[in-house]
């Protein structure tokens, strides 16, 4: 049977069976496909409306950083997890994300240009975004989708030293930025939290913002309430955080709720809390997580590969991953289990209840392996104006 008689064999179920319950639930992939097949499965796929719906319901995946090879992502059942190269033939190694949202990655690259670029690996784009003057401080914050006018916009930073920042609004497809500054921002105890949210430099490693409720949030290191960007209006508020332990504290997403966890300062146990009432900013514990189990599990030696790789930075290899790398590494993919990064080819797999239930092999990987603080979920959005 021809593609067209059996793409017309279908046309003939109601709209909310085809669309809803059969095109909607495809990946990426196969959506495109589909749009292959026939025009009125192309036009359907091709709403605003589906393709919104259709990336909400992707699951979001941690990203996985590639020391000398291109970025992945985690997926699969947690005891049999694999690394899917998110689009190899567009970002080359060597590669640095800055943002990750809506299925779009924001990314630079001595071989792309000194820029950055903005692209959606499902759909196989890549576009240049203007650039910024430079100056030593310029970092990207976020990127976000600015629901009353449909636009994807990119939060960054720019400034000489830490003390003198300028926020900037820059529309994904446009030239221009908008200075929204900080001055305006009051009391200066919300300034001085939004400055200690900021990474300290383009290439700083931090905790990215989380996505929630349309705002973006961040955990900064020296406060005890997270800061929330306000994507409708543009401005920055404060909310209460779970605990005011400071320790190795860290915002995620878990399966579409606001979680926040904390670590004790002997880093045995994790506490995890979920945002329960967000207009009223309340926080529930959940679980409180046993480590000593899982950090005293056996770990597999480093490969020649990584021991080539720390010696030529002129780093000392071992055997046993840091706990800090174990913490910052550490991943909740559902309400149940966690992932942990800890060697160059492999995770740990655990439950909450801190029992070890085995590791995973990312096979296919030649070079050093670190789950990147990162997620993504896949679109089949467009890049605007590309």
Known sequence: MRQEESGAELDDLPD????????????????????????????????????????????????????????????????????????????????????????FLVVSHNQLGSGYHICNPAIHQIALLPQPEFRPKNAILGLYRHDATGEYRMLWSSGHAWDETTLYVLTVGDNESRNIGLSSVSPPSLKHAVL????????????????????????????????????????????????????????????????????????????????E??????????????????????????????????????????DVAPTTRFLSELVMVNERELLAGFSDKHVLRCNIDGKLSGMANIKGQCCYMEISPYRFKQSILPIPLI
């Open 16 to 103: 909310e069976i085809l669309v809803g319950k059969i095109l909607m639930l495809l990946p990426p992939k196969d959506v495109g496909r589909c749009r292959a097949v026939c025009s009125s499965w192309r036009s359907a796929t091709s709403t605003p409306e589906f393709m919104l719906d259709h990336h909400r319901r992707q699951p979001l995946l941690p990203i996985v950083d590639i020391y000398g090879g291109r970025p992945g992502v985690l997926r699969g059942p947690v005891d049999s997890v694999a690394c899917q190269r998110l689009w190899p033939g567009l970002l080359p190694p060597w590669h640095r994300i800055h943002a990750a949202g809506h299925g």
């Open 277 to 318: 009432d967000y207009a009223a900013e309340i926080w529930d514990l959940k679980y409180r997580i046993d480590l000593s189990s899982i950090q005293a599990s056996p770990r597999p030696r480093s490969s020649a590969s990584l021991k080539r790789i720390y010696k030529s930075r002129k780093m000392m290899a071992t």
């Open 196 to 275: 200690d949210a900021l990474p300290r430099g383009r290439y700083t490693a931090y905790n990215p913002p989380v996505h929630h409720r349309g705002n973006l949030h961040w955990m900064p290191t020296c406060h005890a309430e997270i800061v929330v960007f306000d994507t409708d209006t543009e401005s920055f508020r404060l909310m209460r955080s779970a605990t005011n332990s400071h320790c190795l504290e860290k915002l995620f997403d878990l399966e579409g709720k606001l979680a926040f966890s904390s670590h004790d300062s002997r880093s045995t146990y994790m506490d995890v809390w979920l945002m």
